[in-house]
T-cell receptor, first 112, second 115 residues
């Protein structure tokens, strides 16, 4: 069962371009997180969003939690090669308690 | 240094030969979890533990066992490994495991190949 669907699965862009990654579900979540994973390492937390409609900014990254708490987006402005990595959303719902679900991941490559 | 450690980092074994992957955290975290990562499927939770002697199944628990006898350790046991358990495994921990509001800290991963 894939609770969280991410799109696109792969993304290759030039340095300086903008991009948006989506994380969608039919379930309602109590909160949602975004992680970045680099090759050979474990995921590292970028942000947690907990309120429907919430927008958080982390330098050039903007995260939004949908009003209905079923989806989220990650927007990167002026992408840099250092942004290259696998981006994962993760969530749990009130139904699943402390069980976590991760999205399928978006592999981003930023070409210098 | 606060960290989650896993051993071994790489393991090649044969079908049916019992193995254990160890996980240890030095942050006094209550919540610990095991995930497997496969191409196109993201990370899937195998088991998690809210505290000592408390463990629960995740999304894909079949073929795995865990134990939580001490707060810092959470070993993953494969009693009879099969080729479909070939994967990249991650251990993670967080302070309280209160829903998804705590930061999960991940270990470096264990790449397991079952022949």
């Amino acid at each position: 069962t894939q609770l969280l669907e991410q799109s696109p699965q792969f993304l290759s862009i030039q340095e300086g371009e903008n991009l948006t990654v989506y994380c969608n579900s039919s379930s309602v979540f109590s909160s949602l997180q975004w992680y970045r994973q680099e090759p050979g390492e474990g995921p590292v937390l970028l942000v947690t969003v907990v309120t429907g409609g919430e927008v958080k900014k982390l330098k050039r990254l903007t995260f939004q939690f949908g009003d209905a708490r079923k989806d989220s987006s990650l927007h990167i402005t002026a992408a840099q090669p250092g942004d290259t990595g696998l981006y994962l959303c993760a969530a749990n719902s009130w139904d699943t308690g402390n069980q976590f679900y991760f999205g399928t991941g978006t592999s981003l490559t930023v070409i210098p | 240094e606060a960290q989650v450690t896993q051993n071994p980092r790489y393991l090649i074994t044969v079908t049916g030969k019992k193995l254990t992957v160890t996980c240890s955290q030095n942050m006094n975290h209550e919540y610990m979890s095991w995930y497997r990562q496969d191409p196109g499927l993201g990370l899937r939770q195998i088991y998690y533990s809210m505290n000592v002697e408390v463990t629960d199944k995740g999304d894909v628990p079949e073929g795995y066992k865990v134990s939580r006898k001490e707060k810092r350790n959470f070993p993953l046991i494969l009693e009879s490994p099969s080729p479909n358990q070939t994967s990249l495994y991650f251990c993670a921990s967080s302070s309280s495991g209160t829903a998804l509001r705590d930061t999960q800290y991940f270990g470096p991963g264990t790449r397991l190949t079952v022949l």
